[in-house]
């Protein structure tokens, strides 16, 4: 598309540097025969934001370094869209195409409305400057009408580093849910196809332990395994045979309810398939990122993360459990479900720690794994208690003979727990199945409260990957996921214990950069 236009018409475009955003002006594909008669001053800025125009491109030039002094990728990323209502875009590098953009399209109201086939309505373009606490941007939203009453904008923001992609729907939607395969809604969206001047290829990451299971292979290619769907979906690089040019495209806000789709030769990012209904002013983002290498490329797409979460690289090094050396009895461990002979728990736990002071070895926390608390249906929690065959004398008396602060293992909770109004306790869960999930941020301040007593130091929530498969209610709804999440990491802080996630997905990962804990 587009990219033609610097091979035929390189005389078409202005530049103006602002703070390494570089604005260029091009005509789009569909007006090649055009170009001649286009403005060169007709770039998007404040003077001119409301100004009638045919096209605009922008770009983030990536020669500057990063907070952290690493040094960036000179290849300029530019994004150039086509005539207002056309609702195309292409991405290129340096000049030369990357991606170009596939349909736009939003499932409500028991059905699909797509800018392929003219059913989702453009309404209006608009353009804004701006800046936030990722840097100064040129922003350009899309409203669309899908149906009678469903309003979905589609919204970019170019910074000097990156490009970031909105989904917004003001007054919400009803009836979403298509398919688990697919997606509710599609922005941004790629074409599937090969580039001209490179072969390409792909790294993604699918599965849980965030995302173990490495794919790589050419982009595109008909064998390539890309991460889709509620447990696949990750970030995906794409990059040059050189390695001269890498890109990350990932989830940035609203994680939990985002997903990937591969659809009619089309990479589409969205909301899960499965979400269905969205409130009003639910909002969406991915991101898209450039650098060369596909290690610094996600080294430099991890910093505008943290950035945007305002979190340092380095603040695991303030975690006690990271600064000094633990003594474990997780998976793998000679104590896991396993203790000395005609011993209980408590006795074996003990023993470890005289050992230790005996030896010289310098132990300054324990994980206590899942042996310790009641089970319920499915194995899952149902009572977060020691059980007296494990601790007689509790928690808080192994604490205080050890001197070992605790990082207390958590699971998936049962149907049947103790905690859930419908089984006679005082909190609000949703139960579906064997499993069940606490819906009051006030009965997680009470956990951790109560555990802190006893010696936590940090809570480890584990079998996230199960809960989320398991529970439909957090595939069903856009937000719940992001509740679960943040409740656990609020309270955390609130009460002064840190948080650990384990096997989970990425998009459990991502969203936990929101919390505080």
Known sequence: GSWLLQQYCPNTKTTMMHRGITLLLLAAAATLLLCNAVSPTHALGSSNRNRNHNHHRFSSSRGTSTSYGKARSTARMEIAFGLPGSCAFNISVDGKPWLQSGEIAVHADGRLYSTSDGSLLFQKEEHNNGQDGEGEFVSVTWTFLAGVSTIFQAGFRIYDDHISFSQVFPVGANN?????????SSFPSFLMQEVPWTRRGYLSWLGPMIG?????????????????????????????????????????LNPMAMAQAIEDNQLKAG???????????????????????INQAMEDWG??????????????????????????????????????????YQETILD??????????????????????????????????????????????VFNKTGWPQMLHNRYWASDNVYAKQNGGPWNFIIEGDFALPTDAEFWDQLFSDKKKSGMLMYEQDWLDTAFDNLPS?????????????????????????FQACMSYVRHILQMMECPA
Not at 176 to 184: A, F, G, L, M, R
Not at 326 to 337: C, P
Not at 364 to 380: A, C, E, F, M, R
């Open 176 to 184: 979403t849910s298509t398919s688990k395969e697919s997606v509710v």
């Open 212 to 252: 173990w299971l490495a794919q790589s292979g050419p982009f595109p290619g008909t064998d390539s395994i890309i991460g889709t769907g509620a447990e696949n979906t990750s970030p995906l690089v794409i990059f040059s045979e050189d390695l001269s040019v890498a890109t990350v495209f990932s989830a940035l």
């Open 271 to 293: 909301l899960l398939g499965s979400v269905q209904n969205i409130p009003p002013q639910f909002a969406m983002e991915t991101i898209l990122s450039i650098s060369s290498g």
């Open 303 to 344: 910093s505008i993360i943290l950035h945007r979460f305002q979190k340092s690289r380095t603040q695991y090094r303030q975690d006690y459990a990271m600064r000094y050396l633990g003594y474990s009895t997780d998976n793998g461990a000679y104590y896991y479900y396993h203790t000395e002979t005609n011993k209980l």
């Open 352 to 397: 470890v720690a005289a050992y230790a002071r005996k030896e010289g070895l310098p132990y300054k926390l324990v994980l206590l794994d899942s042996w310790w608390y009641y089970k319920g249906v499915h194995n899952g929690v149902k009572r977060w208690d020691s059980m007296p065959k494990i601790f007689p004398l509790g928690l808080e008396y």
């Open 474 to 498: 957090l595939q069903q709804s856009p937000t719940l996921g992001r509740q679960w999440i943040l409740q656990m990491g609020e309270a955390a802080d609130r009460v002064g214990v840190t």
